[in-house]
Structure formats: C-alpha cells, structure tokens
C-alpha cells in the first residue's frame, strides 16, 4: 500500500507550509518579545516588551512596552515629533514613531507604544538567502494542479497548485490544507486571514531583500488584477539551508475580506501565467508600468464600488480614458495630431471595444440601460450611455443634477457593470490573455454558464 502511495505522488509537489502561523481571522501575530532598543541621534530608550503585527485599527507592525532606561525625561518625548530606528540585537528593524506614553501612579516606569512608519524586517536582512516564503491573506478560491500534504499517517492531495515564472523568478502557491475551514472562518467574522503560503525562487544566485521588494511591486499587481480587490503577498521570509534568516512584516495594502465579481473563471488558471509574464515583460518599461499600476488601481477601486456608485463611475471611466490613451493612441497609432485630443469620450470608447471585437449595443440582458438609450434621443448607443452618466455625476448644472437623480438604481449598476467589463477585456487584451473569461454581463444562473472565449479570438 505504501508504495502504491508513493508512486502516486512521486510526480506530485508537497504543499507548502506557511512561514507564519495564524489560525483565526485578525489575530496579532507576535514578532518578537524580550528587550529592544528605540534610537534617535544620541537619545536611546530601552524597552521591555513585544513586537506584534496588528490588523485592526491599520494592517501593520507596533511596538509596545514598559521603559527600563533613557537617557531623556520620558514626559517630553511625544512632543519631539522624532522618528526612531528599533533596534534588536544591533540590527536595525525599522522606522518608528511613538504614539503613547502612559504613566502609572503605581510604577515608576512608563508604558510606551508606537507604530513602525514603513519597513519592518526582523533579522539579519543582509544575508542574500536561496529561498523566500510568503503569505497570501485573503486570495479568493482558484483551482491549480495536484499537490499533497501527509498529515501522520495519511496523505491528502488538492488541486492547490499555482505556478508562475519570468525570466528571474518561478513562483509556486498552495491553499492552506484546512483552506475550507479558514475561508468559512472568514467569511463569518470578516477581516483577514491567510489562505496561500506560496514559495519564491530565484533562477540564477541568492536572493536579496532588494529583489524581493521589486518583485513585490509587480507580483501584487498581477495578484490584483485576477483577484479583483486588492490583495499583497506578504510576511517574506527568507531561507538560506532550511534555515529562516529574516522576516519582513513590513504593512501591506490588502482589502477585508468580500467577494467582488470578477473576470477570473471558476475551475481554470489555463493562460494565468502568459499574463504574468507579459505583465513582467511590460513592467521593464517605466511608463508602461505606471501605465499597468495606474490602470489596474483605477480597475480594483471601480470594481469594489468605492465612493459608491457615483465615484466608482468616475474611476472607471478615469481607467478607460488611461486605457485608451495608451493602447489606441501611444502604442497601436490609430489617431494622430490633433484628433486624437478633440474626439469625444464616446467617441474614444467606441474605437477601444472596436479594437477588442465589442459590439458598441448594451448587453442583451441590460433591460434598464437600453431601456435609457431607447428613451433619450440623444444617446446613440452603450458608450454614449456611460458617458452621459458619467457627466452627470460630475458635472453640478441642476439639469445634469435632475438627470442623475431621475435613474434608478439598476440602470446606473449596469452603467457601472459594463464600464468595467470594458476594462477587464481591454486589459486582457493587453495582456494577451487567449483564454476564457467569466462575463460579468452574462445574468445565467451557474458561473460555469457565464465563461466564454474572449473575443478577439
């Protein structure tokens, strides 16, 4: 039986375990207890206390303890605005500033807290390691290749595995084992928890803190974009021999957790790395990547309804604008000179689905947007629709103020819906993504009814 066991997951990887251990939604993760060192100029103060990695109020790493020694009366600390660098065993862990100092009439020594400003890495970060380890809070459900994980003596297997490379690195990620469990502990009480451990190589050399920072930047993009809400990798951990030589708990920009819609199809990451690698190989280029951050940024706050449906609006059409920009004008040179700053905003987004084989019709299934360009004689199709809602949002005439007040809810969701599904296709066309897409227009009942080829091909 064994060696029927074996033969089956020989060709299988081992899921990977999680550099961090958290159980339960919003727990503070401790970083470090004991004594630590806060150091401004030539004032130190030595603290007795705890480093934690908090999520509520603000995800980030603070410092709290009792002040054992200072060179400085503790009363006049917080009216000295300094930033000081925490120290631990003569490495710098990072910027901090402190935010509390409380007094008690029953000790001597103060309570002292504070929050680290930006980087936050414990252990020696100057050693180049061989591997990296990180976390993924909140990473909605994909569905990857085999992997196992034996639990004494039995061996479970998932379809857990999501891979990714470029030229430097290849990327690998597992759902959590108890992925089910965690993600129903989630959704009940909100919040964050992780649900990925993911493991992170470098194809020639060590690794340094610095490439891992770069990598980062791109890495979380491409995480946003298929999870549809913003989303980090974080609490990198460096492994040099089996062994953890440093961690980074520097603060993460990732959404509590909901459940927006969003292009990605349900059982399918066929064609996942193809955008991966095109979002690399874009990002080598300082203008394309402001280009892909600007454009997925405006994509994720549309997409979570932020500023509610009057600044979603905005911000989708603000991507659409960018999109067509860079894609009609600069990259493919469709319009040139003067024409191509005087077209309308219709008139921009009828050339951008022309380009991605969209018809410029509202959906089929949009009852109340067609039912407003069928009623207005000034609207010709879906993209002078969208426009003309838009400019009612923002524009403070009171004709433009009783228009929009005059829409029901759905006609302008659907305003919004078709907006962004603008987007997602032109970004998948961006990046060359050839494969199934859910539509978000569709209203069949099953997800699996809503996927479709997109339609350049």
Request: aromatic letters at 12%.
């Amino acid at each position: 039986m064994s060696n029927l066991l074996d033969d089956f997951i020989k060709d299988i990887p081992e899921i990977i375990d999680s550099p961090i251990s958290m159980n339960n939604p919003n727990e503070p993760i401790e970083i470090f207890k004991g004594e630590y060192k806060l150091k401004f100029e030539n004032l130190e103060l030595i603290i007795d206390g705890v480093l934690l990695f908090e999520w509520f109020p603000k995800l980030g790493a603070i410092f709290k303890g009792t002040l054992i020694s200072q060179s400085k009366d503790s009363t006049s600390l917080l009216n000295d605005f300094n930033y000081y660098e925490l120290i631990i065993n003569g490495i710098e862990v990072g910027e901090t500033f402190i935010t509390n100092i409380i007094h008690s009439t029953s000790s001597s020594e103060p309570k002292i807290s504070g929050v680290f400003t930006k980087k936050s890495v414990f252990g020696d970060y100057s050693i180049p390691v061989d591997t990296i380890k990180f976390c993924i809070p909140n990473l909605k459900v994909f569905f990857g290749s085999a992997s196992y994980k034996k639990i004494g003596k039995s061996t479970l297997t998932q379809g857990s595995r999501l891979s990714f490379d470029n030229e430097v690195f290849t990327i690998n990620i597992d759902k959590a084992i108890d992925f089910k469990d965690r993600l129903e502990k989630l959704k009940s009480k909100g919040g964050y928890l992780i649900l990925y451990s993911g493991e992170l190589k470098i194809k020639k050399g060590n690794i340094s803190l610095k490439d891992v920072q770069d990598f980062s930047h791109y890495f979380n993009t491409f995480l946003n974009f298929i999870n549809g809400t913003r989303v980090s990798a974080c609490f990198y951990t460096g492994i040099f021999e089996n062994e953890k030589v440093w961690t980074d708990y520097s603060n993460y920009s990732i959404a509590i957790q909901n459940n927006p819609v969003s292009w990605t199809p349900v059982h399918s990451i066929k064609g996942f790395n193809d955008i991966f690698r095109k979002l690399s190989e874009l990002w080598k280029n300082e203008d394309d990547k402001n280009f892909l951050t600007s454009a997925i940024h405006w994509y994720i706050e549309a997409n979570n309804n932020s500023g509610f449906f009057e600044g979603a609006i905005i911000m989708a059409q603000t991507a659409l604008e960018l999109i067509y920009n860079w894609l009609i004008i600069e990259k493919k040179g469709l319009i040139l000179g003067k024409d191509a700053e005087s077209i309308s905003a219709a008139n921009k987004i009828r050339l951008l689905i022309s380009h991605l084989n969209i018809s410029n019709k509202a959906p089929k299934s949009f009852d109340k947007l067609q039912e407003y360009i069928d009623t207005n004689n000034d609207i010709a199709d879906a993209p002078d629709a969208i426009v003309q809602i838009r400019n009612a949002v923002i524009h403070s005439q009171l004709e433009k103020r009783k228009k929009i007040t005059k829409l029901d809810h759905q006609t302008k969701d659907e305003a919004l819906e078709l907006s962004i599904w603008y987007i997602e296709l032109s970004m998948l066309n961006i990046l060359e993504y050839k494969g199934i897409y859910s539509n978000r227009c569709s209203r069949e009942s099953f997800s699996k009814d809503r996927e479709q080829n997109v339609p350049w091909m």
